[in-house]
């Protein structure tokens, strides 16, 4: 029987020693964002500052690339800088500041301790999807206890709204007034983040409200402010404005599991986008919510992000597919590059967020890839 198995399985194992079952499938465009981007400490930089920046979101976006990509010791880099830069060593006790970068002194260091509740909210789904995913519990914990920490310090009742996360800790109300961005809101988080306490089931509830009555012609504002006896209104600094910001509401809602329940009326209401672009041919970098007039073409990255939300559009998704083959991932363009992970990644299937919000990675190599 020993013979038998040895000359039968043996080889077998071997084989599984060189090919991993769940081999991760290969992903160009990481391997370029990291070589970019990503410095060798962990530190995603932004380089069209001359301070060559590095925000909150940034390293929240390479957490969760990395963790797409099931690469580990690039995930625990970046995870470690951001909480000894960010956060002054803990996460669980400090919320990151949203800015570092050099400042006129020559000295690299905090520039705005000010927090940015998105990149809040996705360190710690990245580390809840990272404990189950990878089977941590330190990262588990971690999650935790930072979404603990964002739930005192950024989640506020607003009258005649609901319970809802703030931009940041500070300089988002005034006079009786909030001011929101709706591309802070990714309802499969606030999904996901529902298992762990019921509070954030309100928190979704009225952000899917957001989304649906700040788009009355189907175009998202960058931001939007509330006043409890008038309702929505245009925002002050940017008013009727759709762009950097916007962009990210269709990503984040054409990515949404196809059996969420929130889903179809959120396509329903941003059916107007999807006609624009498969009339015109490209995204519109900035577009005015109130009327529908759009400004110029939007990056390649815009067609990127509208990529899950054109899914049913057979012809305008080759345009942009092809629009993005056209446009290589460049080393001067932070944001657009993230963007183009997060839609290009998901068309190829390396992942999806199921309806429980959970991330969902094709580390069986079952992806379709077009790099």
């Not at 189907?218 to 008038?230: C, E, H, L, M």
């Not at 390396?350 to 094709?362: A, D, I, M, T």
Request: charged residues 20%; hydrophobic residues 40%.
């Amino acid at each position: 029987m020993a013979r038998l198995f040895l000359k039968h399985f043996l080889p077998c194992l071997l084989l599984l020693c060189v090919f991993p079952i769940a081999a991760s499938c290969e992903w160009p465009a990481w391997q370029q964002y990291k070589q970019f981007y990503i410095s060798d400490e962990g530190r995603v930089i932004d380089p069209s500052s001359p301070q060559r920046i590095t925000t909150s979101e940034g390293q929240s976006y390479g957490l969760f690339f990395a963790l797409v990509a099931n690469d580990r010791p690039t995930f625990d880099k970046l995870l470690t800088w951001t909480e000894n830069n960010l956060a002054a060593g803990d996460l669980s006790v400090h919320l990151p500041a949203w800015l570092w970068g050099e400042d006129d002194k020559k000295n690299w260091k905090v520039l705005d301790s000010n927090s940015a509740s998105d990149a809040d909210l996705w360190i710690a789904y990245d580390l809840l999807e990272a404990g189950r995913l990878w089977q941590s519990q330190r990262y588990q914990t971690l999650g935790t206890l930072l979404l603990q920490r964002i739930g005192h310090e950024e989640v506020v009742d607003i009258p005649g709204l609901g319970t809802m996360l703030l931009p940041g800790k500070i300089g988002f109300v005034a006079d009786n007034q909030w001011r929101l961005n709706p591309s802070y809101l990714p309802l499969q988080l606030l999904t996901r983040f529902s298992s762990i306490h019921e509070s954030w089931k309100a928190v979704q509830k009225t952000s899917q409200r957001l989304w649906l009555e700040t788009a009355p012609q189907g175009f998202s504002p960058d931001w939007v402010a509330w006043q409890p006896t008038k309702g929505w209104l245009a925002d002050s600094v940017k008013p009727n404005i759709g762009s950097y910001d916007a962009i990210r509401v269709y990503l984040w809602a054409g990515m949404l599991a196809d059996d969420d329940p929130h889903k179809a009326a959120l396509v329903k209401q941003f059916q107007p986008m999807v006609n624009f672009v498969v009339k015109q041919g490209v995204p519109p970098e900035k577009m005015d919510t109130a009327t529908g007039k759009a400004t110029a073409e939007g990056p390649v990255g815009f067609s990127a992000a509208l990529l899950p939300l054109l899914a049913e559009q057979v012809d305008a998704l080759a345009m942009q597919r092809q629009r993005i083959k056209d446009n290589p991932l460049t080393n001067n363009a932070y944001f657009n590059a993230s963007l183009l992970l997060f839609g290009q990644g998901w068309d190829q299937q390396r992942y999806r967020f199921n309806r429980q919000g959970e991330l969902q990675p094709s580390w069986g190599g079952q992806c379709v890839t077009s790099d």
